[in-house]
């Protein structure tokens, strides 16, 4: 039995998982690795109780990994983790092993609705948190970018398309057209393309002081159009460094999703 969830960005709305069977993790083997906000949001949606199902790709990304994450620390008999990594503070190679529910111990609830109202530009400016279907679009942008060499002009462009989109996505502007996605998307995608590059600055730096404010969920960390989880803080085993430097080390949400 997986206990009930509050959902991160809800916390008036519960979320009730069940156990996947082995014919639904032969399903999931069917994703590719890459895809893996696709293969959360078909996770999600599987093993959510049908009578409080609600789809997964609309809500907050937080409200997705902290799911995945709960889900994992509820069925796996092994809680423990080690990721290795490169040490900025004596540049060995080190092992980071936790246990990965003290993760958890960073865990929040929203604090306020999933979005914020600024001015911006003598505009009021909705910034919400993203969600599963933004995941899923920078997820593409990923795959297009991801086809190029990693040094090449192409990449770097694409990249910063990736990185550009992750605030577009998170924008409202006033009198947007919810009838009309397409128009309303490319409506933010133009304004954001034309401001210029110091205004843009001071948006990125707007978005993301809201983004932190409406903290909610396990700890993420957003880099180049892909979230991972953070993992506990860790100092540097060899002595270099101190608690004021402690390392927060990405580690991938799709690990926790059974696959056979
Ligand atoms: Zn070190």
């Known amino acids: 039995m997986i206990p009930v969830l509050q959902q991160p960005s ?49 809500w907050t990304v937080a409200d997705r ?9 509820h069925t796996q008999a092994d809680t423990y983790a ?24 960073e865990y929040r609830s929203i604090q306020g609705a999933s979005y914020r109202e600024r001015e911006f530009n003598g505009k009021t400016i909705q910034i919400h948190c993203l969600n599963g279907e933004d995941a899923e679009a920078l997820q593409l942008m990923r795959l297009k970018r991801d086809e190029y060499a990693e040094d090449s002009p192409e990449y770097r462009a694409e990249n910063a398309k990736i990185r550009v989109h992750e605030v577009i996505f998170r924008l409202i502007l006033p009198n947007a057209q919810a009838a009309d996605a397409k128009r309303e998307e490319s409506d933010r995608t133009e304004w954001v393309m034309g401001m210029p590059e110091s205004q843009f600055k001071k948006l990125k730096a707007l978005v993301d002081s809201c983004e932190s404010e ?4 396990v700890p993420l960390a957003l880099n180049n159009g892909k979230f991972s989880l953070k993992s506990p803080p860790h100092i540097c085993p060899s002595g270099k460094g101190d608690a004021s430097t402690r390392l927060h080390l990405p580690f991938r949400c799709v690990e926790f999703i059974p696959r056979i």
């Open 10 to 58: 809800q916390p008036d709305k519960k979320l009730h998982l069940q156990e996947v069977s082995v014919a639904q993790c032969i399903g999931f083997s069917e994703v590719m690795p890459e895809h893996e906000e696709t293969l959360i949001t078909a996770f999600l949606n599987t093993i959510q109780l049908p009578e409080y199902y609600s789809d997964a790709s609309t």
């Open 82 to 105: 080690s990721v290795p990594y490169q040490c900025p503070h004596c540049q060995k190679e080190h092992h980071h092993t936790f246990d990965m529910r003290d993760i958890a111990a």
């Open 65 to 73: 990994y902290t799911a995945v994450f709960w889900y994992a620390m």
């Open 214 to 217: 409406m903290m909610h969920g």
